[in-house]
């Protein structure tokens, strides 16, 4: 079902080009122009990053950064619903590492979505001993990165269904209780042709 999901949102469209690091993620011939992601391997980094969340004391001390803005509606929706921080256009170098500063804050795992427009920022969090995990396609540098979730970066559609699967995989399976009793598929597109999806495969219910 949440492959169905993943497929459905074109996650496994992989980069023209990919770093040699990346070469284990992909599946089926390395020879195409348009690579393509092993979703096999997407699910069970998912619940590897599941693991990593609830291994921290509070989801308060979890935080979701994107720096650039491209997917802010669905890191802000899903935050929003888990009750984790998150850093977008706002985020200010130091502000995770630097004590002096007003709205310094320690996280305890952080997720990056996308590494190759935020070097920066992996290299700030380098310098925390925290878990750092990222949303990576296959022509992403993943050093410093600690867990890596192989996914298509390039589009809105992709990302918002990632945080749309994280947050209902995270209400499922965690004990405490969350305030909205529901959680909305975020996106900028349209998501008629999903609800009907919904309806037809039943699809995490």
Known sequence: KILSLLLY???????????????????????????????????????????????????????????????????????????????LKNYKPGCLTNSKMKNYSYPQAVLVTEP????????????????IIALCNLNTNISFVDLVVPINTTTKFSNAMFFYVLGRLIRQYSKKKFKRSKIKFFSYISDMSLIKMYKKNKILK
């Open 9 to 87: 949102s074109h996650s496994h469209v992989g980069s023209e080009y990919y770093d040699y690091r990346m070469k284990s993620y992909i599946i089926g011939s390395k020879s195409r122009r348009i690579q393509t992601i092993n979703l096999h391997l997407t699910y069970e980094k998912l619940f590897y990053l599941l693991s990593i969340i609830f291994g921290i004391d509070s989801l308060n001390n979890f935080f979701v950064v994107d720096s650039k803005g491209f997917s802010d509606k669905a890191v802000k929706q899903f935050c929003n619903t888990v009750n984790c921080k998150y850093l």
């Open 116 to 131: 190759k427009v935020d070097p920066k920022v992996i290299n700030e969090l380098s310098s925390l001993k925290i878990p």
